[in-house]
């Protein structure tokens, strides 16, 4: 790019001259700030698009009407993981309604009666490529839940899903730190973060076959 003619922006016109460099840094950093606003502010929004679970669901009132996660959330007898919970583990309680809200009211009318799977989004799902086993590191390493998906567990509502527009990826895979910043073991679960664990548990990032299969 090549610099303008003086004479075409008038400075010899304007001995001062100091307007001109005053306007230029002016307009720098008005970009500058509408380019980071955009970046980190407008760019993640438009990334991401959001909505709501099927309806409301409280973890709270559920550990104190049923007492344990296992109930719900349980290795079935091949070792393999339940994952999120399907009708068979509502039913027992929700034939009869709890109470009278209207979450209650939405899964009773449309799943309970009508015996219909909850289509539950799931905030954590790797892309299909990915091998992941909750019994290596649920039962093996002895790992808590909240290492890896934070405090849900303990959460009385659940967030929106928020998903990529470009990759498809949840949102928690890649964190809510546009930038890729974490300050929590569960706040991004790139490629790197499973690595990175790996590697301080057990001294490798491991084969590309141990996660690909
Ligand atoms: C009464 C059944 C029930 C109990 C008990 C329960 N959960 Fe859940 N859990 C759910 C439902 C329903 C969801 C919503 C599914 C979703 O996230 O899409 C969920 C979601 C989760 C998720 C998010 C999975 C994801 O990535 O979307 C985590 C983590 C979780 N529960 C942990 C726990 C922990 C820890 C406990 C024990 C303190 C527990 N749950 C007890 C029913 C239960
Ligand atoms: C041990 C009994 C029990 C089981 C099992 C159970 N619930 Fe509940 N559920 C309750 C009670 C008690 C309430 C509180 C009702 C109230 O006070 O409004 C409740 C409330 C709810 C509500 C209203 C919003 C909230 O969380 O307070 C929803 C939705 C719900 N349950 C869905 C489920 C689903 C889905 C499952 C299965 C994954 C399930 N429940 C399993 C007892 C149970
Ligand atoms: C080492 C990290 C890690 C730990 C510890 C962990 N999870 Fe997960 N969890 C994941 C990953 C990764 C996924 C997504 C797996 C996938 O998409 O293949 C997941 C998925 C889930 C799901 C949704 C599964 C589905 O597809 O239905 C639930 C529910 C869940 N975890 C609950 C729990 C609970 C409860 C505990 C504690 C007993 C726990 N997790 C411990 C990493 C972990
Ligand atoms: C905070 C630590 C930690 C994180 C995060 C973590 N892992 Fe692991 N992982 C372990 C440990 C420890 C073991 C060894 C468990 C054992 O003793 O068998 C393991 C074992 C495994 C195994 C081997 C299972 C087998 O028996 O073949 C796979 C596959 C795996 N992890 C995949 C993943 C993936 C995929 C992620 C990210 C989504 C992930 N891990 C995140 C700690 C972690
Ligand atoms: C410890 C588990 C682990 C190991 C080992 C691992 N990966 Fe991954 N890989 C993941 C996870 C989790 C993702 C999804 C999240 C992401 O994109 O970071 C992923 C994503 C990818 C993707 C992007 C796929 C897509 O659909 O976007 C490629 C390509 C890939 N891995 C290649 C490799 C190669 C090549 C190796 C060996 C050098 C390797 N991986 C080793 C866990 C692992």
């Given at each position: 790019?090549?610099?303008?003619?003086e004479k075409q922006t008038g400075r010899e016109q304007n001995p001062k001259g100091g307007g001109d460099s005053g306007w230029v840094?002016?307009?720098?950093?008005?970009?500058?700030?509408?380019?980071?606003?955009?970046?980190?502010?407008?760019?993640?929004?438009?990334?991401?698009?959001?909505?709501?679970?099927?309806?409301?669901?409280?973890?709270?009132?559920?550990?104190?009407?049923?007492?344990?996660?296992?109930?719900?959330?349980?290795?079935?007898?091949?070792?393999?993981?339940?994952?999120?919970?399907?009708?068979?583990?509502?039913?027992?309680?929700?034939?009869?309604?709890?109470?009278?809200?209207?979450?209650?009211?939405?899964?009773?009318?449309?799943?309970?009666?009508?015996?219909?799977?909850?289509?539950?989004?799931?905030?954590?799902?790797?892309?299909?490529?990915?091998?992941?086993?909750?019994?290596?590191?649920?039962?093996?390493?002895?790992?808590?839940?909240?290492e890896c998906h934070g405090d849900i567990g303990e959460s009385e509502s659940l967030k929106p899903y928020e998903e990529n527009r470009?990759?498809?990826?949840?949102?928690?895979?890649?964190?809510?730190?546009?930038?890729?910043?974490?300050?929590?073991?569960?706040?991004?679960?790139?490629?790197?973060?499973?690595?990175?664990?790996?590697?301080?548990?057990?001294?490798?990032?491991?084969?590309?076959?141990?996660?690909?299969?």
């Amino acid at each position: 790019m090549s610099l303008p003619d003086e004479k075409q922006t008038g400075r010899e016109q304007n001995p001062k001259g100091g307007g001109d460099s005053g306007w230029v840094a002016l307009f720098f950093i008005a970009g500058l700030a509408a380019s980071l606003a955009f970046g980190w502010i407008v760019f993640p929004k438009l990334l991401y698009s959001k909505s709501e679970q099927p309806f409301q669901f409280s973890h709270v009132t559920h550990a104190d009407a049923v007492g344990d996660c296992e109930s719900c959330h349980f290795f079935r007898e091949d070792g393999s993981y339940a994952g999120v919970p399907t009708l068979e583990q509502c039913i027992e309680c929700h034939e009869e309604a709890q109470g009278e809200s209207e979450a209650e009211r939405i899964f009773v009318e449309e799943y309970v009666e009508q015996e219909k799977e909850v289509p539950w989004k799931i905030y954590s799902e790797q892309p299909d490529c990915v091998f992941f086993s909750h019994a290596a590191h649920v039962k093996g390493a002895g790992m808590e839940c909240a290492e890896c998906h934070g405090d849900i567990g303990e959460s009385e509502s659940l967030k929106p899903y928020e998903e990529n527009r470009i990759t498809g990826y949840s949102r928690d895979i890649w964190g809510k730190s546009i930038g890729g910043f974490k300050k929590n073991s569960w706040d991004r679960m790139k490629m790197d973060d499973c690595g990175e664990c790996h590697k301080r548990e057990m001294g490798s990032k491991g084969p590309c076959f141990q996660c690909h299969k």
